[in-house]
């Protein structure tokens, strides 16, 4: 659980409560987005890298082929939309506390990008702090060298800044 991660990281002198970061990419990106939204005051600054913030547009955007059994391992959005509207991070952005870097590839197939924009825009609206790094020839990670080397230092700087 990443409530007491952070907590063990703290007691066992790892790390400083106000310099802890959570991170994380695809399913890790939804989980960066959870731990930002449900415990807000445990996190200093966040990277959230294609990750899904709403699963009801999440399942609406996924491209037909994939579709179904997204259905199957996250429910369908008719019958769950209840559940799914529950457990996206987007509906607690208003909770966000720390400042977030979203990073995104524009061919994402399994992942849209959408959910990476209508965080950022939420985010925007609200006020909070968002930077946003867009490839426009990446899909869901970065396997191009020049993309990595600019997302990983993107992601250096705004730690650095953050921490």
């Given at each position: ?31 960066t ?27 609406e ?7 179904r ?57 609200l ?6 790094v867009?490839f ?28």
């Amino acid at each position: 659980d990443l409530e007491y991660a952070q907590k063990w990281l703290v007691s066992s002198g790892w790390a400083a409560e106000d310099r802890i970061a959570v991170m994380g990419g695809s399913y890790g990106g939804f989980m960066t987005l959870s731990a930002i939204t449900t415990y807000p005051d445990l996190w200093k600054a966040a990277v959230e890298l294609f990750g899904i913030g709403d699963f009801l547009t999440f399942l609406e955007n996924t491209g037909s082929y994939r579709r179904r059994q997204r259905s199957f391992e996250y429910g369908d959005p008719v019958e769950d939309a209840e559940f799914l509207r529950e457990i996206s991070p987007i509906h607690r952005a208003d909770a966000i506390k720390c400042p977030l870097m979203a990073l995104h590839g524009a061919r994402d197939p399994r992942v849209p990008i959408s959910e990476t924009e209508k965080l950022v825009a939420t985010l925007s609206e609200l006020g909070q702090t968002v930077e946003y790094v867009r490839f426009e020839d990446e899909g869901h990670g970065f396997v191009k060298r020049p993309n990595r080397i600019t997302a990983y230092t993107a992601i250096a700087d705004f730690l650095d800044a953050n921490l």
